[in-house]
């Protein structure tokens, strides 16, 4: 008994230590009500797509030029012929394959599967929004952030996922790239700006202008960090 009694006693926390375990308690506080108030934005969003989807209606652009063209195209996939050989085809493939292989799920091309699509990732943008505005702004910020980007996104609603997907691969190079910019050098800190790189990359496979416009703009700012 007497040596346990002898033994030495964990010392207690100092004021430094209680300061950075509280810091670290209101931290994972903010951080479980942003990530709360961003699935309760997805799941308002969701139920208001249930009525708006179904009956959208392009008031912003010409019918012709912007409501659901990426479709039929995915349908002639669908059935076999492959662009660039048995039809002219002038800009990438990646939208038409994903829809082709919605529709082939799916049984039958319909347009509603097209702008289900556009919606959820748009969806997924306002996460990304999200991801991207906390690296550099407080989470209160970054909420508002998201909701806007979706408001904007509903208003300004493009209905081809030709526009649509290559804007959420181009907003992944935007979001890893925001991280690798915060992130201390190391690994991780280059696995990030290659996942920046290929996002930006892989664009190309959706649309010309805008992965381009990624590559120049994450080269030339790549330049003027390392000058």
């Known amino acids: 008994m007497s040596e346990l009694s002898n033994e030495a006693k964990p010392a207690p926390p100092t004021a430094r230590e209680q300061s950075e375990s509280a810091e670290q308690r209101a931290e994972q506080r903010e951080q479980s009500i942003a990530?709360?108030?961003l699935l309760l934005?997805?799941?308002?969003?969701f139920v208001f797509s249930l009525f708006f989807v179904r009956r959208l209606t392009n008031?912003?652009?010409g019918d012709v030029e912007f409501t659901g063209w990426s479709g039929p195209i995915?349908?002639?996939?669908a059935t076999g012929e492959r662009p660039y050989v048995d039809f002219v085809?002038?800009?990438?493939?990646?939208s038409f394959v994903l829809l082709a292989v919605i529709q082939k799920l799916a049984g039958r091309p319909l347009l509603i599967q097209e702008l289900w699509l556009n919606t959820i990732i748009q969806?997924?943008?306002s996460v990304f929004a999200y991801a991207i505005?906390?690296?550099?702004t407080t989470r209160v910020n970054a909420l508002?952030?998201?909701f806007s980007t979706l408001i904007a996104l509903t208003w300004l609603n493009k209905e081809c996922a030709y526009d649509h997907t290559a804007q959420l691969v181009v907003w992944a190079s935007f979001v890893t790239g925001a991280y690798a910019l915060f992130e201390e050098p190391g690994r991780r800190r280059q696995r990030l700006w290659l996942l920046t790189g290929f996002f930006a990359a892989f664009t190309l496979a959706f649309k010309q202008s805008t992965g381009l416009g990624a590559l120049i703009g994450w080269g030339s700012g790549s330049a003027t960090w390392w000058s």
């Open 123 to 125: 969806l997924v943008m």
């Open 35 to 37: 990530w709360s108030l």
């Open 89 to 94: 085809l002038p800009i990438p493939p990646g």
């Open 74 to 77: 995915a349908a002639r996939l």
């Open 41 to 45: 934005n997805a799941l308002a969003f």
């Open 133 to 136: 505005a906390a690296r550099i």
């Open 59 to 61: 008031a912003h652009f």
């Open 144 to 146: 508002l952030v998201a």
